[in-house]
Every structure is written in structure tokens, then in C-alpha cells.
């Protein structure tokens, strides 16, 4: 029986910012062995446990009220203004790991929510209802922005006011510009002069998030089947696995090597190994040690 070639996507993993947010949880770690976390650090269950063996404990926004005194890490995705209100009141120390493109993107949307307030305008964030960076980018604007996930969420927009449009960093390049588009289309039909209707649409996509829907096209057509690692609630991850789908219908979706099924493997000669952005090396790399070391007719 011929050996399986396995390579692991050199293009996935950790973004910097989630990179940067988990080094800042191990070097308080080391220094103090415990540290509090509002809510997972990233969206691997994975990588949650094995930093909550270290000494990681996750909390929730309403845990947070009832601190005192104590250090509490802020992850990449960001938090809205009450969450640091919350820690001046009860003086918690926060340790901010805010990914950068995120801040950045926080601070236009308040300049942007500031001069729609002024001119009867709407902000509008294409993103996940109940997301953690959508919830920090919608406390920019007092909870006011419009969340649009689907098409059919377009329907709460007033088409004859001015329309800011925002996107969250980690969505489809794609779905921003089909929404773009829709948007644009639906103010012509329903003011009688579009043209005097202000629409500012902003790609605020992470680049180094976007730039990885080619790389994988091209990785996912490189291999006779696709091992896609990620946790359930990244939402990064289920994008980029469809573009994994898209291109290779032997694409398959796992947490880790638990959950490949045999038959995947048959008449094989490839493997890819590749991810979110909230997914660990240390996770690619043991699954694909497990199909490297595994006879495929032994796989379960």
C-alpha cells in the first residue's frame, strides 16, 4: 500500500491578531498561572481547553460586572465602550488584545455613526447578529447599526435615507460586494433621484483574511481530498471551507482527527491540511500526523 503525501497549507492558521491575542493569554499565564478571558479567546474549541489547562478562565460580559480587582483579557475580536466602563468601575486591569485592523475599523464606524447622526443616516454592518466583533463594532454606533447577514436582511434598511455600509473583517469579499450592489440597486428603485442619496460603502475586510480565498483555491485543486480544520462557531471557518468546496468536492470539514471518517481516504493519493484563521498549527499539524502514521484501511 502506497504511502499518502500530506501537506499542511502553509496560508492557514492564526491570523496576527488572534496570534497576538493567545501569546499575550500565555505570557500573563506564565507570569501569574491564572488569567480571565471575556469569552473564548478564539473560536477553537480546541486551543480554548488547552489554554484553560494552563490556568484561562472564560467569562461573560455579566461575570465581568460582578470583578473585582483582577486581570481580565480582551481578545482579538474587540469589545464595545461599556466593557471598558465595566473596568474602570470595578478596577479590573484589562490586558487588550483588540486586533488592530479591528480598533481601527471600531473608530470609523463612531466617526461615521457621529456624522449620520447629523444628517438622518444609517449605519449598516455586514456581519453575524451576536458575533463578538459585531457586537463591539455595533457599541460604536449605541446598538443602532442595522446587522445584515442574508439578502433578506436587506428589507430593514430605509433606501430613501443615507446609507453607510461596514463590513466585519473576517467576511466573504463576495458576499460584501453582492451586498454593495443589492444596496445600490434598491436606492435607485426607490427614490425618485438616487443620485441625492448619500451610499458610502467601506470593504472594511481584513486583507490578510480575504487574501486567503485564492491561496485556498488554488491548494484545494492541488489535492485529491481536503482536510479542513476549524472549530463549529468560527464563522471564517465555514466561509473558507465552502471555497475549499467550491474547488474540490472532497473537501471535508473537522474539528480534528477524531472526526475523519475512512472512505474519505480511498483511492488517495493527496491530502491537504488546512484551516481558519482561528485554527492552531499545533491542530493542522496532528491531524496530519494521524493520516501520515495511519494505514487508511485502519482510520477511524
Given at each position: 500500500m502506497c504511502m499518502l503525501k500530506v501537506t499542511i497549507d502553509k496560508n492557514s492558521g492564526y491570523c496576527f491578531g488572534v496570534e497576538y491575542a493567545i501569546q499575550m493569554a500565555e505570557d500573563a499565564l506564565d507570569e501569574s498561572g491564572q488569567l480571565y478571558c471575556l469569552g473564548d479567546i478564539v473560536h477553537n474549541d480546541k486551543e480554548v481547553k488547552r489554554l484553560k489547562s494552563k490556568g484561562l478562565q472564560v467569562i461573560s460580559r455579566e461575570e465581568l460586572k460582578t470583578l473585582h480587582d483582577c486581570k481580565v483579557l480582551i481578545r482579538a475580536h474587540g469589545e464595545p465602550p461599556e466593557t471598558y466602563q465595566t473596568a474602570l468601575q470595578n478596577n479590573i486591569e484589562l490586558i487588550?488584545?483588540?486586533c488592530p485592523v479591528v480598533l481601527k475599523l471600531q473608530n470609523r464606524i463612531k466617526n461615521a455613526y457621529?456624522?449620520?447622526t447629523d444628517e438622518a443616516g444609517q449605519i449598516v454592518i455586514y456581519g453575524k447578529e451576536g458575533h463578538a466583533e459585531v457586537i463591539g463594532l455595533n457599541g460604536q454606533t449605541n446598538?443602532?447599526?442595522i446587522i445584515i447577514t442574508t439578502?433578506?436582511?436587506?428589507?430593514k434598511i430605509d433606501y430613501t435615507r443615507p446609507v453607510t455600509l461596514f463590513s466585519q473583517?473576517?467576511?466573504?469579499?463576495q458576499g460584501f460586494y453582492q451586498i454593495k450592489e443589492v444596496i445600490s440597486q434598491r436606492i435607485k428603485a426607490h427614490h425618485p433621484t438616487p443620485e441625492a442619496v448619500l451610499f458610502d460603502a467601506n470593504d472594511s475586510i481584513c486583507r490578510q483574511v480575504s487574501n486567503r480565498e485564492p491561496q485556498l483555491e488554488q491548494f484545494a485543486q492541488q489535492h485529491d481530498v481536503i482536510l479542513f480544520v476549524s472549530g463549529k462557531k468560527s464563522s471564517n471557518g465555514k466561509a473558507l471551507y465552502q471555497v475549499c468546496?467550491?474547488?474540490?468536492e472532497r473537501s471535508f470539514f473537522i474539528e480534528d482527527e477524531q472526526d475523519i471518517?475512512?472512505?474519505?481516504l480511498e483511492n488517495t493519493e493527496t491530502v491537504g491540511v488546512c484551516g481558519a484563521t482561528s485554527t492552531p498549527m499545533w491542530l493542522m499539524e496532528q491531524v496530519a500526523n494521524f493520516v501520515t502514521d495511519t494505514p487508511a484501511h485502519s482510520l477511524s
Open positions: 487588550d488584545a483588540s457621529d456624522k449620520a446598538q443602532e447599526a439578502l433578506e436582511d436587506l428589507d473583517t473576517t467576511k466573504s469579499t468546496k467550491r474547488y474540490n471518517q475512512p472512505e474519505w
